[in-house]
């Protein structure tokens, strides 16, 4: 998650929709006051590589008050600190910025199918071998966590809260949007390839899931095949 104050942008970083390769892009042009989160540890050394900034000033100082609501969400985190962390949601990074640097910047983030995004988590979930079947890992409720850290991320109250939602499926050409319309970057940026070679089947989900899945994944994702059109 990136909170430039250089060119007013909030990033929200989902999971699963090349979040990381953006972040890292970014984080290219972020100023000395801007806010940058933590990735792990092999996406930081990446970071380092590539001599971009790393993580700064995710020690938060709270701006705004806490309702009750976010201080029991905080709570049942294990949060007892003020901080800005990867994959925050909308909510929190909300309640620390305050509602005028919230309302004033240009706050983004990116989707993806559901269908799709699923299979990607499957495999970054179960990245050893022997991996559960596919349909036992759908099944088993393992695709909570993708919905929080997507629609989660990027809704307050289950409506959208960030002013655009990219399509994954058009990354570059959304990103370039942003970047050169809203954002004003004076360069295009260049994505690493970040968290890379976890999925190796790339056939179509269609060819993947079975009925059951998509039945269980269009349940879910709702909000999402609603909002965004997605089609299985």
């Known amino acids: 998650m990136i909170i430039s104050h250089k060119y007013k942008f909030i990033f929200l970083k989902t999971t699963k929709t090349a979040g990381t390769s953006i972040e890292l892009a970014l984080s290219r042009f972020c100023g000395e006051d801007d806010i940058i989160t933590a990735v792990s540890p092999p996406d930081e050394e990446l970071r380092r590589q590539l001599g971009t900034r790393g993580p700064q000033l995710h020690q938060a100082v709270p701006l705004a008050k806490y309702s009750v609501r976010d201080w029991k969400t905080l709570l049942l985190r294990g949060r007892r600190r003020f901080v800005y962390y990867n994959h925050m949601p909308a909510r929190e990074v909300k309640a620390l910025i305050g509602t005028k640097i919230w309302d004033e910047y240009y706050k983004f983030c990116f989707e993806r199918n559901p269908w799709d995004r699923a299979i990607s988590w499957y495999y970054w979930r179960c990245s050893t071998e022997p991996r559960p079947p596919i349909s036992q890992f759908i099944a088993s409720g393992a695709l909570r966590t993708l919905k929080n850290k997507g629609f989660g991320v990027y809704a307050i109250d289950g409506k959208i809260a960030v002013d655009r939602v990219c399509r994954f499926e058009n990354l570059e050409s959304e ?27 790339r056939r179509h989900y269609r060819d993947v899931l079975t009925e059951a899945d998509r039945d269980r994944i269009a349940q879910l994702f709702a909000d999402e095949i609603e909002l965004f059109g997605y089609r299985y």
């Open 175 to 201: 990103l370039s949007s942003v970047c050169n319309t809203r954002l004003q970057i004076p360069e295009k940026l260049a994505l690493p390839k970040a968290k890379a070679g976890y999925r190796r089947d």
